[in-house]
């Protein structure tokens, strides 16, 4: 079974911070005795004790329980999780900080993205990204489909609405780019404006999340163009499942149960994505106020970032080591311009336990 914990009835979209600042809960993130983990994180079950008893796993999702997760939520309805010997805790993310949390030991598995995790690990984390959901970052950019903006140099003397916590990603793309900031009008949307700047026409183009705002603007009669920041460079996993160091030491068995479970749910989703979305809309629909119309689209719009030739050839959340590297080098940009703090060595992937799938 799948327990929901605590839900927040507050913005509708996702506006996640992909690369900015975080602060962790817990200090340097360390975790406690083999005692006290498995109290925290596995209900007292440990691996040796699986076969004969269910083992408690807490998953801290990055923000709240829409479509986002709605393979996680059949990874539970079709008995996946059962079947793996789990009971999953699914712990709604909406403004937590899921680095602390997780490398604190309040829960195994965390759901975040590439650069956040690692920002998180150059301040002394002990944490590893062991898989990745989305392939492709859901960072876009966003113009009306009267007036398309196709290509990074087109946004060149364009204004630019850019929410407060994208600075991050934002000042990455100029610069892989070769955008000085000077050579666009970037306008600070603060921490809570929507895309409704660009439909009312006071900016050229919206940095936003192709699985979100582009389809908010469509359904208000908005027609828009968008590309991903990721087919100009922007490499960066989001989505991704992170886990501890000594997680993965100390309860490998669970983590890869875990991840298998979720592999199963997020290919029913893929192969009938309706299923998805209206087990989401009844589980959580009614008490977040979502928008069935607008879910449905999230949902669909975000297979194409999960399922990839690469996926389809080694399976869901797999990380191809050329986009490791890519995913390093854009890090590594980043902190070359003093954009931000990262670690930018491979062991912050670890790929043991889709090995063990």
């Known amino acids: 079974m799948t327990e929901v914990v605590g839900p927040k009835q507050t913005l509708l979209s996702r506006r996640s911070l992909l690369g900015g600042g975080l602060k962790l809960a817990g200090g340097a993130a360390l975790l406690g005795s083999v005692g006290s983990v498995s109290d925290l994180l ?8 699986a076969a004969a008893m269910m083992s408690a796993v807490s998953f801290q999702l990055g923000w709240l329980t829409n479509t986002e997760f709605a393979g996680s ?10 079947k793996a010997g789990l009971t999953v805790k699914i712990l709604p993310g909406e ?15 965390g759901d975040s993205n590439a650069d956040t995790c690692s920002a998180a690990v150059a301040q002394g984390a002990d944490l590893r990204i062991i898989g990745a959901k989305y392939q492709k970052n859901p ?14 140099a087109e946004l060149k003397g364009k204004k630019v609405g850019v929410n407060a916590y994208n600075f991050t990603g934002w000042s990455t793309f100029l610069a892989i780019n070769g955008i000085s900031k000077s050579e666009v009008d970037t306008v600070n949307e603060g921490y809570t404006s929507g895309p409704e700047a660009l439909s009312d026409g006071r900016v050229d183009a919206w940095m ?28 960066v996993y989001a ?13 490998k068995e669970e983590l890869v149960e875990f ?11 893929l192969a009938d994505p309706a299923a998805g979305l209206s087990l989401t809309m009844s589980l959580y629909g009614g008490k977040l106020g979502l928008s069935d119309k607008q879910q449905g689209l999230e949902n669909t719009a975000q297979l194409a970032l999960i399922k990839t030739a ?37 062991d912050l992937f670890d790929d043991s336990i889709l090995k063990a799938l």
């Open 73 to 82: 939520y059949l990874a539970n309805a079709k008995g996946y999780y059962k």
């Open 310 to 346: 690469y996926t389809e050839a080694h399976g869901l959340f797999a990380m191809n080591p050329d986009d490791i590297s890519k995913n390093l080098a854009t890090l590594q940009l980043a902190q070359s311009k003093k954009i931000g703090n990262y670690y930018t060595k491979a």
């Open 95 to 109: 403004g937590v900080d899921v680095e602390g949390i997780v490398g604190a030991g309040k829960a195994i598995v």
């Open 259 to 269: 991840l298998r479970a979720e592999r199963e749910g997020w290919s029913a989703d």
């Open 239 to 251: 989505d991704i499942y992170e886990t501890t160091a000594t997680a993965i030491a100390q309860h």
């Open 139 to 152: 960072f876009c950019m966003i113009s009306s489909a009267k007036k398309p903006i196709k290509t990074p």
């Open 42 to 49: 596995l209900g007292g079950a440990s691996p040796a004790g």
């Open 208 to 235: 936003g999340f192709v699985t979100n705002e582009p389809t908010v603007l469509e359904l208000a009669g908005f027609p828009v163009y968008t590309f991903l920041l990721a087919d100009f460079g922007y490499e």
